[in-house]
């Protein structure tokens, strides 16, 4: 089969390898779409993530759907031609954290595309039974794609204790902060302020329901806004918007950390987090939120379509991290299409 490897920071290579069979509990599944996701071009400039670094050739991408196509033993609830999302993550199962459904922590967990795991850019992968996911016809293999970034929308909305009296400032409309946007839609009387530097997303925001939209560069934040908010997400990964999460936050509020700065450590203001006695909350990934992406999107709560703005082929991988990385004013989910 076909597969597309990062060789080295800033090279594809299209190589040939032998199409995996699956094991006891897996199936094999004919993966039909990939996100192009930040992390994905994070290892293709930079060849590393923190502490995780490339030091082989790594085939990318970790947001996929596909098909099934053969059926190990002991597999019961799949069969051959069944419709599937996969979540990337798996975990050993074992441990304290897995017991307690908190398997997103677990330190044996194998997530795709994380070095030195290899990820979905490639025809086929097998991958355990319980972490494929059935989705209806009525769910394409692109919007099925995202239910991994949806997964993280949904889990910060569960991490933020939404209630339908708050009022929520989300910084970033990236892909995460339009799912987190959303996720915290779904909780109706919600009223929700949305911030980026590009209007080509602030658009896509007001179109998902946001009720305020900020461009900081068309406006002073300090001015428009107050410290008046019950919950603030930072999702855009940026030193700058983790500086103002505990500025923003009203007293007694949560501040929800969301994205991943290229930093490791960022200095915020504890005078802010003390007085206010604020509620600084970290999250890893997702757990438990694959079925409700299932749900959500299936009864048309929540609309993936409309954030899926580029196509590519499979043969143009590299073409499409290029251009998620370098056309962020005019796209939000690039899709390729193994």
């Known amino acids: 089969m076909r597969a597309m490897y990062l060789e080295r920071p800033g090279k594809i290579v299209e190589k040939k390898i ?15 779409s990939v996100g192009v996701c930040g992390s994905d071009i994070h290892y293709y400039q930079e060849g590393r ?15 996929c759907s596909g098909e099934v196509v053969e059926v190990g033993k002991k597999v019961d609830d799949l069969k051959v031609g069944d419709r599937v999302a996969l979540e990337p993550g798996i975990p050993c199962r074992m441990c304290e954290h ?21 990820g979905a850019f490639v025809e086929y992968v097998a991958h355990p039974a319980d972490f494929a996911f059935k989705i209806p016809r009525k769910i ?11 997964a993280v929308g949904l889990y910060a909305a569960e991490r933020a204790r939404i209630k339908p009296t708050d009022k929520v400032l989300i910084l970033g409309a990236g892909p995460i902060g339009l799912t987190t946007l959303q996720a915290v839609r779904c909780m109706r009387g ?16 007001k179109e998902l329901g946001a009720d305020e939209v900020i ?3 068309e406006e002073d934040i300090w001015k428009k806004l107050s410290s008046s908010f019950d919950v603030v997400f930072e999702t855009a990964g940026s030193a700058v918007t983790v500086k103002q999460t505990v500025k923003l936050a009203k007293e007694g509020g949560r501040v929800i950390l969301v994205g991943l700065p290229g930093e490791d450590e960022i200095a915020l203001d ?51 991290l290029k251009f998620a990385r370098d056309n962020k ?10």
Do not use: W
């Open 98 to 118: 897995c017991k307690s459904g908190r398997y997103n922590l677990c330190s044996k967990i194998r997530f795709m595309a994380t070095p030195p795991i290899d």
């Open 18 to 32: 032998r199409e995996p069979s699956p094991k006891e509990g897996e199936v094999l599944v004919r993966i039909r």
């Open 215 to 217: 461009n900081p560069k």
């Open 270 to 320: 504890t005078k802010q987090i003390v007085f206010k006695e604020l509620d600084v909350l970290g999250m890893h990934r997702y757990a438990n939120m694959y079925p409700r992406a299932v749900k959500l999107t299936q009864e048309g709560s929540i609309n993936l379509k409309t954030l899926i703005t580029h196509r590519f082929s499979f043969e143009e991988t590299e073409k499409a």
């Open 329 to 338: 004013d005019s796209c939000i989910k690039v899709i390729v299409r193994i």
């Open 140 to 150: 394409s293999f692109d919007e099925a794609a995202l239910f991994e970034p949806l």
């Open 49 to 63: 993530i923190g502490k995780f670094v490339v030091r082989r050739p790594l085939i990318l991408g970790h947001e």
């Open 190 to 205: 919600v009223e929700v302020s949305v911030i980026d530097l590009y209007e080509f997303r602030l658009a896509k925001a």
